[in-house]
Nanobody, 125 residues
Framework: QLKFAESGGGLVQPGGSLRLSCAATTFTLEHYTLGWFRQAPGKEPEGVAC????????HYTNAVKGRFTISRDNAVNTVYLQMISLNPEDTGRYYC??????????????????WGQGTQVTVSR
């Protein structure tokens, strides 16, 4: 089975920052395209940021460009999402995901692949 351990979510004020971490617990991430998806109550999942396995090519949804940065460290089997300048519209549950044979853009376009349990991000005063 493909499983993840996500962490780093929490409550933050508008303008604040968070860094999400997602470590693979049952498999090696090296050969997977990785991504972060988020979902707010009553809304469809949104591909936030994705990164390819072989060349590190990234893709971001327009809503987070310039504010979020996805990175990966294969040595510790972890993918990160650094988030700055958070606003209430960023509130949602964030899930990391892995998908094989995918470009970053392709992965972020659809909620496919294996997802983790998620970590809650709430941006509020």
């Amino acid at each position: 089975q493909l499983k993840f351990a996500e962490s780093g979510g929490g409550l933050v004020q508008p303008g604040g920052s968070l860094r999400l971490s997602c470590a693979a617990t049952t498999f090696t991430l090296e050969h997977y395209t990785l991504g972060w998806f988020r979902q707010a109550p009553g809304k469809e999942p949104e591909g936030v940021a994705c990164i390819r396995n072989n060349d590190g090519q990234t893709h971001y949804t327009n809503a987070v460009k310039g504010r979020f940065t996805i990175s990966r460290d294969n040595a510790v089997n972890t993918v990160y999402l650094q988030m700055i300048s958070l606003n209430p519209e960023d509130t949602g549950r964030y899930y990391c995901a892995a998908r094989i044979f995918s470009t970053a853009q392709e992965m972020c376009s659809q909620p496919k692949g294996t997802w983790g349990q998620g970590t809650q991000v709430t941006v509020s005063r």
